[in-house]
């Protein structure tokens, strides 16, 4: 009799209910998405952050799991190669080549100073490390809870990216634009589809609109209208573009600024 083996829903269930977050959701900080940084003529600006480096990783982006399941510690996990494998979708069958397998796709996060590897006992334990990246004398940056004050910005992600089966059906445009619509922070928002807006996140401006494609298909984006925005680039210096909302429940990261926004706005209603 065929003995039976996890599937790849049954595992990633079991790493979300391992985490015990009470709100079903995960922070991640801004920085993943876009990173702020001076230019050498100290002007403040922003460019990509780890993401961009993932979008012909699709595999390693599906192991950022590994961010929802850490909560405290040393924020690492240890769990068998063939769970990270099938949760990720990289290889199904429970034998020794899940090791090898999930072994590459950790190998991306890890140049890129988002995880370290810690050999445990007969297993590695996977520590989660600032989502800016990078590395520094051959150390990634130690992993703290963001705080959210101006500096240290973060948005979360809900469970049910996974639990609605959206890693499976958005490719990577989809998952791109997604996180980074999260990341704005707003009710209603603008995403950058030209050339230089998009390269802000590290993506070209094809990659965005089929991004943006992808979420309106799947209704998890809304057209709300159009806003006039700056546009140095263009003969007026302004120019007309879609505004865009999230739908329930990735529409909850809201700034404090935008909830008085609104809570002022309910207000001014009559009745």
Known sequence: MAERVMSREESIEYLLRRSQRRYEEFPIRQDF????????????????GPLSKLLR???ALELLLVYAVTTGGDFGVTERSQLWARAAGIYM???????????????HLEKLGLIDRVQHRRYKRIVKRRESGGRIGGLATPY?????????VYFRVPFAYWREGLHEKLGMPGKAVLLAAMSRR??????????????????????MARGIGELLDLQL???SG????????TPRGFQWVHTYQLAPPFNGNLSNSERERQKAEQLRQPG
Do not use: I, M
């Open 144 to 152: 703290t809870v963001p705080s959210g004050a101006a500096n240290d």
């Open 226 to 233: 159009t806003d006039e925005v700056e546009n140095a680039l």
């Open 93 to 107: 069958r429970p034998d020794k080549g899940a090791s090898v397998a999930v072994s590459r796709q950790w190998q």
């Open 57 to 59: 990783a699709p595999l």
């Open 33 to 48: 998405v876009r990173t702020r940084f001076r230019t050498e003529y100290g002007e403040p600006t922003f460019g990509p």
């Open 186 to 207: 707003k009710e209603t928002f603008t995403l950058p589809q030209d050339t230089r807006g998009a390269l802000t996140l590290g993506l070209n401006r094809h990659t």
């Open 221 to 223: 984006l809304v057209k």
